[in-house]
């Protein structure tokens, strides 16, 4: 069963199709808004050994011509070099401005070509096939496109919305228990951040979906998509409502800085541990009960995602220096940190309001656990 999920963005709206096995009907669904029959796909070497034959016999059934360019896989792949070689490639294969680009991957992937399609002969359209958890219910809708600077993740990017993303429930399958639980943490995020029957439903069928529940994974994929696209929809360019989107992030960009972007910790695992240290941070200020950050806690635990600071191996800076690692945050102005606080389970709110002190107490006895 397919099921649609309407980014309404006036001349910029898509859809988000998703569905069990849904590469199979990839030629038919872009073959819709293509106006010539010829795509370039770009992805990376972990994803095409797995799935680019699929995805190339559901466009030759359909009469779509193919190229594909393969590149390595992982963060450093998020650089000016790789985008350079998307795009030179992208020319040389002669794609047109009413063409269309297709990104096959996770949200390295995702993001580097959706620049590369955001600049490319300045602007030209492109699908999103996201292959990890965390790319469907996250990177791969809302627009935002990026490469890496050495001064930090996602500073050199672009808003371009894609034109279509097809969600495959059934290649999640072959990702690794430590990536799918990773992409857990951005899924918990929304349920957290504005839906509690979304967080009471994950607290009955998370473990199943991680067991590899394909029903409890496509209503969890749905349900994240949905709210995304509404908080796209309400505010695409995050001058308000999109902040909602970051609840635990500020933590975990501090930790991601603090372990060197290694994989010592994936993103989706900061943000779990970000969410928990954002409800603990709530409660300490009063803003909600102490039951809800022990919920938190109990059903990251139950799911088996990291959760506390000593979960990341090896030694990780003071309680100060991570608190000066969050100034490093691109969404600083001013000097003063945003910070996505919680009334209660679902119920998120962007404040600058936060005392530094209660902070790193916060951290101080996260780092002392
Ligand atoms: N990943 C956060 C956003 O798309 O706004």
Known sequence: M?????????????DIQLGH??????????SQIMDRPKVAIVTDATVAALHLHDLKTSLDAAGIASSELI????????????????????????????????????????DLVGFAAAILRRGVRYVQIPTSLLAQVDSSVGGKTAINSSFGKNLIGAFHQPSLVLADI??????????????????VKYGLLGDADFFDWLETHGPALAQGDADARLQAVKRSCQMKADIVARDETEKGDRALLNLGHTFCHALEAATG???????????????????????????????????VREHLAAMGTKLDLSDIPGDLPSAEDLFGLMGQDKKVVDG??????????????????????????VLRDALNR
Not at 268 to 286: K, M, N, P, Q, W
């Open 2 to 14: 397919t099921e649609v999920v309407h980014v309404a963005l006036g001349n910029r709206s898509y």
């Open 21 to 30: 096995g849904l590469l199979a009907d990839a030629g038919g669904l872009i």
């Open 71 to 110: 590149l390595p896989p992982g963060e450093a792949t998020k650089s000016w070099e790789h985008l350079t070689q998307t795009v030179e490639w992208l020319l040389s294969q002669k794609v047109e401005r009413n063409d269309v680009v297709v990104a096959f991957g996770g949200g390295v992937v995702g």
């Open 170 to 187: 059934a290649v999640l399958g072959t990702m690794t228990p430590r990536d799918f639980l990773a992409g857990y943490g951005e899924v």
């Open 261 to 295: 972007y290694s994989d010592r910790l994936l993103h989706g695992e900061g943000v779990a541990i970000g969410c928990a240290l954002a409800f603990e941070t709530s409660a300490r200020l009063g803003l909600c009960s102490q039951e809800d950050p022990s919920r």
């Open 336 to 361: 003063e940190i945003a910070f996505i606080m919680a009334k209660g389970i679902g119920q998120s709110f962007v404040t600058r309001d936060v005392p530094a002190d209660v902070v790193k107490g």
